[in-house]
């Protein structure tokens, strides 16, 4: 028997020694504060406790080392301290999907209960160990100090809960998910519950000659295996192009080591994972096709249809060579880009229950519930209105959460059984089994004439999109409309194709394939301004996009360009340091590309201190809830009432998928509306007079062009979001400071506004120096976390954020949408600053050295 102190009551122990701490805490006694983000790696962080008085973290925590323990959770904080750093964290913006902010918040009660006024670098130093993906740590560090003086001065921290536009109003759920109180996925628990896992093919190129499920079926605990012919209706899926198998059955070759060949579900997860070790496969295991060239050779075919997923490809401006052999100078290269895990720190984790008349639901952490209850009904042979899908806000995203992963699967499994199902992610199989950043090789020729003016642009684009589709036809069609970046270059030729080879997947990832084109395009001008003894700034200056300007793809744009209004807000920084590397930035905000874009919003009056909004977008720590809730209240007046915020398709209030920047942009505009209609009626009645009442605004989009039809005056997008960075490095080369200039048209919310920005940054430095995702063969080198190469808070910069406030004429009171474009600029500014520093040229990411 171990006996220890658990928050001030002594407790036994007597189970297995070798259960990690973690697993005791969350799955025996309901205390789910410490979150599980690396499948006890000890990677991350999340899961950090305290015992002793000292900081450790639970998942590497086996149960026979606490005998004679203290263990403080933040279920067992004092009440006070408790609510400082829970608000402290709240005000400063340190909470974005909030999913790792428990284990920040029980290392920062150590902290400051050893030193009650710790410096910057002492709070680095203390949260050395903790991993942010979202925020960028700059909030964190000025939460941890507005603890400490609260502390110290024994002063509250007041909260501003009913701000409307233009005020830093609090992150909706933002306390309860500092807390750990806000319930995720892997968080909720249902009567009667049972668990799914997968079985994962192990090679990327292998024909499945049988799936023997024998010995899984007789593992005590067990309740069923599944195999791909146990799905009722349609078996292959995909976000567009329906290509991706939820299931590989007997007869079919595995395109990549991610597809799944199996699932058990069984009396606990332990055992369901156990007993999918059990199933025992034969291969015929045959070569893989990893490089895009080969593959494009076709003579080994992924898939029937070819290698070749999609091309994008336009010509404008008149005779490319003549343009170039007119040009004062030319410059050329070849650039190449890795390949990169989103590594949000919440790993898929769906939960499928059953409803009345054969339905069910899903609970699901996806970017796109109508397009998951979609997929989902297929997967069923059900009709879909008898699927609902509700939205648990989850702990990231980043683009990585767009394609089914678990969801199918728990959905298949509960309708079989009748039974509540979760199935969940390890980080090694998350890793494993979502799709990717690109890698991308780039071949760019660029031109300008004796005045310094961009001539010419030939660009030849080529994507690694991995076994399937997911959204690389699309990646690689923005990719070909960025090409030039926040140029205007009169004369451009581009040619974008996506390729299918046995390397994991690849999709969405924020910036959607204009990272990658914009390190290649401003390395370019990098060394052109060279060439041409140009000063990089003024180049910049002189051939950034405007009114009047066109994009590559011929788009002449109107109102509401500030991307010469970045530059200027970044000026003095770059033109005082001494090795500092600038590059703009320009991202698409919504599909365009001739798709449509839409979303509802409805306004549900429940009481007269009570408001409900209905959408379908998601909420991964963005802050798409509070802008809604800003929004709402801006345009109504209405403070101190309850907003709570829903989204579920059983409301019928469609959004779309959470992607292209476009949540604030599309909601915003239709809930403007909808809060218009609830003004109106406000104006004879009060809210007690309107319960029940809903009111439904909508905003749509059906207007754009795809790139390369021979239309008289392109709409490639509807918006665009501009940005100029400068990084700035110390005179051991390392990043000292990053300045962001960003034009966010109307500014919502400042402090989120800055908190992605800052996060975006931090990641952008990542892909330029560290972050990689290895593959061999079509193998994972590493499955390990720590391996990624993810930026924890030691390598954070100063990040200096400027917000330039041009006000789109489309968008909700002039605001455009932020989320990716914070680090489409910094990759390539980080690598310009390199060469200022050592005078060399860098034409792959990442660089691999330390940020700082």
């Given at each position: 028997m171990i006996q220890f102190t658990l928050n001030g009551k002594p407790t036994n122990f007597r189970g297995d020694e070798n259960l990690s701490l973690l697993k005791w805490l969350r799955q025996g006694q309901g205390i789910l504060s410490p979150k599980d983000g690396c499948s006890g790696q000890g990677a991350?962080?999340?899961?950090?406790?305290?015992?002793?008085?000292?900081?450790?973290?639970?998942?590497?925590?086996?149960?026979?080392?606490?005998?004679?323990?203290?263990?403080?959770?933040?279920?067992?904080?004092?009440?006070?301290?408790?609510?400082?750093?829970?608000?402290?964290?709240?005000?400063?913006?340190?909470?974005?999907?909030?999913?790792?902010?428990?284990?920040?918040?029980?290392?920062?009660?150590?902290?400051?209960?050893?030193?009650?006024?710790?410096?910057?670098?002492?709070?680095?130093?203390?949260?050395?160990?903790?991993?942010?993906?979202?925020?960028?740590?700059?909030?964190?560090?000025?939460?941890?100090?507005?603890?400490?003086?609260?502390?110290?001065?024994?002063?509250?921290?007041?909260?501003?809960?009913?701000?409307?536009?233009?005020?830093?109003?609090?992150?909706?759920?933002?306390?309860?998910?500092?807390?750990?109180?806000?319930?995720?996925?892997?968080?909720?628990?249902?009567?009667?519950?049972?668990?799914?896992?997968?079985?994962?093919?192990?090679?990327?190129?292998?024909?499945?000659?049988?799936?023997?499920?024998?010995?899984?079926?007789?593992?005590?605990?067990?309740i069923r295996v599944f195999t791909g012919g146990d799905i009722p209706g349609d078996r292959i899926t995909g976000v567009i192009r329906q290509d991706w198998p939820v299931m590989v059955v007997e007869g079919e070759t595995t395109r990549f080591i991610g597809d799944v060949l199996a699932g058990v579900v069984a009396k606990d997860e332990t055992t369901a994972r156990k007993a999918c070790r059990l199933i025992d496969i034969e291969y015929e295991v045959l070569e893989p096709v990893i490089d895009p060239f080969e593959a494009l050779k076709d003579k080994i075919k992924i898939h029937d249809t070819g290698n070749l997923l999609e091309v994008t490809e336009f010509s404008r401006g008149g005779d490319l060579e003549k343009a170039f052999q007119a040009s004062a100078h030319v410059v050329s290269a070849q650039y190449r880009t890795q390949l990169v895990e989103h590594a949000f720190l919440e790993t898929e984790t769906a939960i499928a229950k059953p409803l009345g008349n054969n339905g069910i639901r899903v609970y699901t952490q996806s970017q796109g519930i109508y397009e998951d209850r979609h997929a989902i009904a297929n997967l069923l042979g059900l009709p879909i209105e008898q699927v609902v899908v509700t939205l648990v806000p989850c702990g990231g995203a980043f683009g990585g959460k767009e394609d089914l992963t678990v969801q199918g699967h728990a959905a298949v499994f509960s309708h079989h059984l009748n039974q509540v199902v979760k199935v969940g992610l390890s980080r090694e199989e998350s890793i494993r089994m979502h799709v990717k950043r690109h890698p991308f090789i780039m071949d760019y020729k660029l031109g300008c004439d004796k005045n310094g003016m961009l001539t010419a642009l030939k660009a030849r684009i080529t994507g690694d999109t991995g076994a399937y589709a997911s959204l690389g036809g699309e990646v690689l069609n923005r990719a070909a409309g960025h090409a030039s970046g926040g140029y205007h270059v009169p004369v451009v030729d581009v040619v974008s194709r996506a390729v299918y080879t046995n390397n994991l997947p690849a999709g969405a990832m924020r910036g959607f394939g204009v990272n990658q084109v914009t390190f290649a395009m401003e390395s370019m001008v990098d060394e052109l301004c060279e060439k041409a003894g140009t000063d990089p700034w003024q180049f910049r200056y002189d051939n950034a996009l405007q009114k009047g300007s066109m994009t590559a793809t011929g788009q002449v744009l109107g109102d509401g360009v500030g991307l010469r209004q970045c530059l200027l807000a970044v000026k003095d920084e770059y033109d005082s340091a001494r090795y500092a590397g600038i590059a703009l930035g320009i991202k698409n905000i919504g599909f365009g590309n001739g798709m449509i874009d839409e979303s509802e919003a409805v306004i549900e009056v429940v009481s007269d201190k009570k408001l409900i909004i209905h959408h379908g977008w998601t909420e991964m720590g963005q802050g798409i809830d509070t802008i809604a809730k800003q929004i709402l209240s801006d345009v109504t007046g209405l403070n101190n009432v309850e907003i709570e915020v829903v989204s579920s398709t059983d409301s019928q209030v469609v959004g779309g998928t959470t992607t292209a920047s476009r949540g604030t942009f599309l909601l915003g505009n239709s809930l403007l509306k909808a809060a218009g209609k609830l003004k109106h009626a406000l104006k004879n009645s009060d809210l007690s007079q309107l319960v029940k009442k809903k009111y439904k605004g909508q905003w749509r989009c059906d207007w754009t062009t795809e790139p390369g039809r021979d239309v008289e005056n392109p709409m490639t997008h509807f918006a665009y979001g501009y940005a100029a960075q400068v990084v700035c490095l110390d005179d051991k080369g390392r990043v000292d400071k990053v300045v962001a200039a960003h034009d966010a048209g109307r500014v919502i919310n400042p402090n989120m506004f800055e908190g992605q920005i800052q996060g975006a940054v931090m990641m952008g430095l990542g892909y330029a120096f560290t972050e990689k995702l290895t593959l061999d063969q079509g193998y994972l080198k590493s499955s390990k976390m720590v391996k990624l190469g993810i930026p924890k808070i030691k390598s954070m910069p100063d990040i200096i954020v400027k917000a330039v406030e041009v006000r789109d004429p489309m968008g909700p009171l002039g605001a455009k949408g932020v989320g990716e474009i914070g680090l489409v600029p910094t990759a390539p500014a980080a690598v310009n600053a390199l060469y200022k520093f050592d005078r060399k040229r860098r034409y792959e990411l990442p660089v691999g050295q330390r940020i700082r």
């Open positions: 991350c962080g999340a899961c950090l406790i305290e015992i002793d008085s000292n900081p450790a973290l639970s998942c590497r925590t086996p149960m026979k080392k606490l005998n004679g323990s203290n263990i403080i959770t933040i279920e067992g904080f004092d009440p006070e301290l408790k609510d400082t750093l829970a608000k402290a964290f709240v005000k400063k913006g340190a909470v974005q999907c909030g999913f790792c902010t428990p284990g920040f918040l029980s290392r920062t009660k150590i902290l400051l209960e050893k030193n009650s006024c710790p410096g910057r670098g002492e709070i680095k130093k203390a949260l050395g160990a903790n991993l942010c993906r979202c925020t960028g740590y700059a909030k964190i560090i000025e939460a941890v100090i507005l603890a400490a003086k609260s502390l110290r001065n024994k002063t509250g921290i007041d909260l501003d809960d009913n701000g409307g536009v233009g005020t830093s109003r609090s992150k909706h759920d933002a306390y309860k998910t500092a807390l750990g109180e806000r319930r995720f996925i892997d968080d909720m628990r249902f009567p009667g519950m049972v668990y799914g896992a997968l079985r994962f093919s192990d090679h990327p190129r292998a024909k499945i000659l049988c799936i023997n499920t024998l010995k899984a079926k007789q593992l005590p605990g067990v």
